[in-house]
């Protein structure tokens, strides 16, 4: 681990803001899934048995553009926090200024607040010095377990850093870096990458900085049409990028150059509109038959190969569904792939809002090593680009 942890702060008597992301789904004050907020509680209650005085909770909610938005509130995950604790957790109605200091001030002795949503304030997202100050005030050691924002140089979450005495990585944080960290270093091999979703826009600096790491590489999803129009498969009303044609001819001949197996699908399912009842079909990929059809999964041969591809492996990195599998019939090769994935005897990492919400519908989550909580910032970091959230924290 690069960076000094909670574990190296000392903690005793102290009050301690613990920036973490609780940015869950929520409507109408009702949390559909509470992930995000169960990875935050061994920090939290680490903090509470190292004696801290008082522990700060604080994060972002949404995108509500500089202003309060009562649907936004975080006041709901205050309550759910409590439960998980088994404790009071008491709400501040703003992050900084007079309601957040006397929150703070007012908690008993090893209490817990909750302060309100950071984005309600148009300088959290600017990086502003004043209002990283305002939130500075509240505590004497700052811990970063938000993997899911490290990404963004917000002021939470890099220019608060330099105001506070002590800071360092938060738990989840710290395991989200070792389990990722060892990808990019020194994975164990064969070592598989699956990407998948919408646009190889999304994912070419992921694929550029895998190429000279990864034994194989296997593309699904919207993106793998892309690559199949630019070796002159017919691909039909299939979503593609023609930008990124070249891009993705360049990639596959980086690829054959390093030696490296890359497998795109070989057959697929069509089917003329995204729809649940619309009448679908599995053909081959280089089948004319698509007409003005699109394709929306892999087929079953694709899957038969993916899961072979997978199956010897030691480390493999999912990013991105195989199709459109909020829809039943355009899912099984999504479910297949997690399938195959969760019987790898090695370490598997799943990455990504939507290849999290694939293996619980596949019902595996449980039987993957580490499914990271930042789609975005995985995605980053897996891409080598520097996380401000990371970075601003002092090294080991």
């Given at each position: 681990?690069?960076?000094?942890?909670?574990?190296?702060?000392?903690?005793?008597?102290?009050?301690?803001?613990?920036?973490?992301?609780?940015?869950?789904?929520?409507?109408?004050?009702?949390?559909?899934?509470?992930?995000?907020?169960?990875?935050?509680?061994?920090?939290?209650?680490?903090?509470?048995?190292?004696?801290?005085?008082?522990?700060?909770?604080?994060?972002?909610?949404?995108?509500?553009?500089?202003?309060?938005?009562?649907?936004?509130?975080?006041?709901p995950v205050a309550a759910r926090v409590g439960e998980l604790l088994s404790r009071d957790v008491g709400?501040?109605?703003?992050?900084?200024?007079?309601?957040?200091?006397?929150?703070?001030?007012?908690?008993?002795?090893?209490?817990?607040?909750?302060?309100?949503?950071?984005?309600?304030?148009?300088?959290?997202?600017?990086?502003?010095?004043?209002?990283?100050?305002?939130?500075?005030?509240?505590?004497?050691?700052?811990?970063?377990?938000?993997?899911?924002?490290?990404?963004?140089?917000?002021?939470?979450?890099?220019?608060?850093?330099?105001?506070?005495?002590?800071?360092?990585?938060?738990?989840?944080?710290?395991?989200?870096?070792?389990?990722?960290?060892?990808?990019?270093?020194?994975?164990?091999?064969?070592?598989?990458?699956?990407?998948?979703?919408?646009?190889?826009?999304?994912?070419?600096?992921?694929?550029?900085?895998?190429?000279?790491?990864?034994?194989?590489?296997?593309?699904?999803?919207?993106?793998?049409?892309?690559?199949?129009?630019?070796?002159?498969?017919?691909?039909?009303?299939s979503l593609v990028e023609d930008d990124k044609l070249d891009a993705a001819r360049e990639i596959m001949?980086?690829?054959?150059?390093?030696?490296?197996?890359?497998?795109?699908?070989?057959?697929?399912?069509?089917?003329?509109?995204?729809?649940?009842?619309?009448?679908?079909?599995?053909?081959?990929?280089?089948?004319?038959?698509?007409?003005?059809?699109?394709?929306?999964?892999?087929?079953?041969?694709?899957?038969?190969?993916?899961?072979?591809?997978?199956?010897?492996?030691?480390?493999?990195?999912?990013?991105?569904?195989?199709?459109?599998?909020?829809?039943?019939?355009?899912?099984?090769?999504?479910?297949?792939?997690?399938?195959?994935?969760?019987?790898?005897?090695?370490?598997?990492?799943?990455?990504?809002?939507?290849?999290?919400?694939?293996?619980?519908?596949?019902?595996?989550?449980?039987?993957?090593?580490?499914?990271?909580?930042?789609?975005?910032?995985?995605?980053?970091?897996?891409?080598?680009?520097?996380?401000?959230?990371?970075?601003?924290?002092?090294?080991?």
């Open positions: 681990m690069p960076k000094r942890t909670i574990r190296d702060l000392f903690l005793k008597d102290r009050r301690v803001f613990i920036r973490v992301d609780f940015n869950v789904p929520l409507k109408k004050g009702v949390i559909g899934d509470d992930t995000r907020i169960r990875e935050s509680v061994p920090t939290i209650e680490f903090a509470l048995r190292a004696g801290a005085a008082k522990v700060v909770l604080a994060s972002h909610l949404g995108r509500p553009k500089g202003a309060p938005n009562p649907e936004m509130s975080l006041r709400f501040a109605e703003d992050c900084v200024g007079d309601v957040a200091e006397n929150a703070v001030r007012n908690a008993p002795r090893g209490g817990i607040v909750l302060l309100e949503n950071l984005r309600f304030h148009p300088e959290e997202e600017k990086n502003d010095k004043t209002f990283a100050t305002g939130l500075a005030v509240l505590a004497d050691a700052y811990v970063n377990d938000a993997f899911g924002a490290a990404h963004r140089a917000h002021a939470s979450v890099e220019a608060i850093v330099p105001l506070i005495k002590e800071s360092g990585a938060g738990l989840l944080m710290e395991k989200e870096l070792t389990y990722l960290g060892a990808v990019l270093g020194n994975p164990e091999r064969p070592f598989v990458a699956v990407l998948g979703g919408a646009k190889v826009s999304d994912k070419i600096d992921v694929i550029e900085n895998l190429i000279p790491r990864v034994d194989r590489l296997l593309i699904g999803g919207a993106m793998a049409y892309t690559f199949l129009k630019a070796i002159g498969k017919p691909v039909g009303k001949a980086k690829a054959e150059q390093r030696g490296l197996t890359l497998l795109l699908p070989t057959d697929h399912v069509v089917a003329p509109a995204l729809e649940a009842n619309a009448p679908a079909e599995t053909i081959r990929v280089d089948d004319a038959a698509i007409g003005s059809r699109m394709g929306l999964d892999i087929g079953p041969q694709t899957v038969q190969a993916y899961a072979a591809a997978v199956r010897d492996a030691k480390t493999v990195v999912w990013n991105g569904p195989m199709g459109v599998f909020e829809i039943d019939a355009f899912a099984n090769g999504t479910m297949g792939v997690a399938r195959a994935v969760a019987e790898v005897r090695g370490t598997t990492i799943i990455g990504g809002g939507d290849s999290i919400a694939a293996v619980k519908k596949a019902g595996v989550a449980d039987r993957i090593t580490h499914i990271s909580t930042g789609g975005g910032a995985s995605l980053e970091f897996l891409a080598g680009e520097t996380l401000p959230g990371v970075a601003a924290l002092p090294d080991a």
